[in-house]
């Protein structure tokens, strides 16, 4: 599936409609082309959960051995099915916040804690590329917030993917908590192959994506934005093509706002 489409999908009326119809109000065919989209993406999800299940039952020896050859098909496949995973939350995330549907859940949580463990998930990938993640965890700072515990490992986890991606074999990833007045201060610096100043402005767009050949949906970014500015905070990107990029964010401590709701369609709630 190539989700590199443009951020115009949803502006297109179908020509035939709009001969009929003059009339007929552009912004329903815009709210019909996401609820299909969602709808899409929704019934992906199953299957794509259910065929990774059934992947970790002939990976666990249970139902017999295979051959080297047999292996490093699977592991294609697995491989694969973790990109189609990724694309469609991705697509449903997207839906979700540029509608506004989304509420965040906020309870206190402690995002040092997110921190390190997800740090610690994405080790095994960066051991792959021998790429060394350095996180000297700070003592005496209040890292308990009010937040959307789902959401903001989403945002590390995206974070921390991306440094992974775009950092060659060998590379470093280092990341630092930290906490300026009333803030909090989470920076994630790669030694990977960096942005150019043109792309840099952009990267933050639904869609947009700098390396094609690399493959994903330009849509992570967007949908960490998304989270931080739901949370109060602020996101931005510095970078230096070919030495690296630094990805930083903060939360407020006291988290006030929250995304307000509202029905894509009486009775469908994303
Ligand atoms: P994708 O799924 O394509 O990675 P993202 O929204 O996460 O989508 O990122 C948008 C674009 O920003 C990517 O295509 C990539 O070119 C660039 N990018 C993101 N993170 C990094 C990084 N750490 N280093 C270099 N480029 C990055």
Known sequence: MNLNVSPNLFNPLPRSKEVE??????????????????????????????????????????????????????????????????????????????????????????????LSKNIEILKTEADKKNIKINFDEPENIDSVINADAVMMSRVITNLLENAVKYTNQGGTITVKFSDIDNDLLVQITDTGIGISENHLPHIFDAFYRVAEDLGGSGLGLFIVKSIIEA???RIWAESIPGNGSSFSFTLPKEIKSNIPTKSLRAGHSI
């Open 21 to 114: 119809n003059p009339e007929i109000d552009k912004s329903e065919f815009v709210m019909e082309w996401k609820n299909i989209l969602y709808m899409l993406a929704h019934d992906m999800k199953n299957p794509v959960t259910s065929a990774g299940g059934f992947l970790s039952r002939l990976f666990s020896g249970k139902y017999g051995s295979f051959t080297e050859r047999q292996l490093d098909y699977l592991e294609l496949i697995k491989d694969n099915l973790g990109k189609l995973d990724r694309l469609v939350k991705h697509l449903l995330d997207f839906l979700r916040f540029e509608s506004k549907e989304y509420r965040l859940v906020l309870n206190p949580l402690n995002i040092l804690t997110i």
């Open 231 to 233: 949370h109060g905070g």
